[in-house]
């Protein structure tokens, strides 16, 4: 449920207020009701923070092979760092696309500032031709610009650093949607973080561009971030109120998409000229973004959403097989962990959606209120608990 700016002025404005009478807190819950705010509670707010910190800090790195997992047991810094990275930037990245008033548009847009930063300025692999991590890159190295890992780094990281997190976490806690984690100073305690671990990064990288080739990075910066700014509100909303496809063509479709996006890599660069590679990454994108604006819908879409993400990784499972077996134990259990925590996210959307059909049966007319998934009760108006996958509705 989206939450407009002047919901949370008012939600804050009524929260400072003291109400000493039971008339006065009535009033104060009709308010919150009429307004479509419910109060998030401090302990939901709290572990949907640390597991969006956690995921972001993970995720892309482990299964990627990026970082070994047991290199957090030998160097405890190794997490900190990632959090402050990968963490600081997801979370700083949603709040401010929900203080901008932008959907998933904004935080894809600034999904692709957020990857200049790190593989710009930070390990420098969208410019270093001979970087360890993606091997030699003059095949597409021209003006400085390592263009190929330049189009797949921002197309990956926009997609699979920032908006899978997110994604998780918004069915793991549906109260949160459209609503802040944290505070202005959060937002910049983690905007700072970013920073800091990008520039220490950027400090252990020897290879030094150009300055041109750095007013270039910090142009193509401020492109996303314009992009984002601008964005309109219609930009990639859903056209139809539900999805309108199953959930299997949604997890089809993240296996095509995290497949196509490996395959441009690998077939690529030897069938193609660099320019021929690198565009390709554009209709890749393009398509999902149809796909999901088609038949996504704007609610009741989240076990769909999760289904796409665990299309996306269970492509990474054979590699993660190579990996283990090869030099990166631990890598494997991690994998089979993210899937077993999105297969139980996915039964616990099923069971609450199955809850509130039948609470709708028995108590209403199975009319629902529009962006809360909450049946309108006509003869009881009792409310329908709504609870987070971490946080089980309370008995009494």
């Known amino acids: 449920m989206r939450v407009s700016t002047e919901e949370l002025v008012l ?58 997992v047991l290199e957090m047991a030998h160097d405890p810094l190794v997490l900190l760092s990632l959090i402050g990275l990968y963490g600081g930037g997801a979370l700083t990245i949603r709040e401010t696309a929900l203080r901008w008033g932008k959907g998933w548009a904004g935080m894809l847009f600034l999904g692709g500032a957020y990857a200049v930063g790190e593989e710009g300025f930070g390990t420098k692999t969208m410019i ?10 003059l095949y597409s190295h021209f003006m400085g610009v390592n263009w190929v890992p330049l189009s797949y780094l921002t197309l990956f990281h926009a997609a699979f650093s920032i908006a899978v997190p997110l994604i998780v976490i918004d069915a793991m806690f549906p109260e949160t949607k459209g609503r802040p984690l944290v505070g202005n100073v959060g937002v ?22 150009s300055l041109q080739v750095y007013v270039f990075l910090g142009l193509y910066a401020l492109m996303w971030i314009t992009f984002a700014r601008k964005v309109g509100p219609r930009f990639l909303k859903p056209r139809h109120e539900a999805p309108d496809r199953r959930e299997i063509a949604f997890v089809a479709l993240g296996v095509w998409f995290m497949s196509a996006f490996l395959l441009i890599g690998i077939v690529g660069p030897k069938l193609f000229p660099w320019p021929v590679t690198a565009a390709l990454y554009i209709p890749l994108a393009a398509s999902v973004a149809w796909f999901l604006k088609e038949h996504v819908g704007l609610k009741d879409n989240d076990i ?13 499972v054979p590699f993660d097989i190579a990996l283990e077996l090869a030099k990166d134990p631990g890598v494997l259990a991690y994998t089979a962990a993210v899937l077993a925590l999105l297969v139980a996210v996915r039964g616990r959307l099923k069971r609450r959606a199955m809850g509130v059909e039948e609470s709708a049966l028995v108590k209403g007319s199975g009319r629902f209120e529009l962006g809360t998934g909450a049946p309108v009760v006509e003869a009881s108006r009792e409310p329908v608990p709504r609870t987070s996958w971490l946080m089980p509705a309370r008995s009494g």
């Not at 769909?304 to 990474?316: D, E, P, T, Y």
Request: aromatic share 8%.
């Open 11 to 68: 939600r804050t404005k009524i929260s400072h207020a003291h109400w000493s009478s039971p008339s006065a807190a009535n009033v104060f819950n009709w308010i919150l009701r009429r307004a479509s705010i419910e109060p998030l509670a401090a302990k939901t707010r709290g572990l949907a923070l640390v597991a969006l910190l956690i995921l972001a800090a993970t995720m892309a790195e482990f299964l990627t092979g990026s970082t070994a």
């Open 128 to 137: 270093d031709p001979l970087h360890s991590n993606i091997g030699n890159q």
């Open 188 to 209: 910049l305690l983690a905007l700072a973080s970013y920073f800091l671990v990008v520039a220490s990064i950027s400090l252990r990288v020897p290879y030094q561009p």
């Open 304 to 316: 769909h959403k999760v289904g796409f993400v665990i299309g996306v990784v269970a492509v990474f």
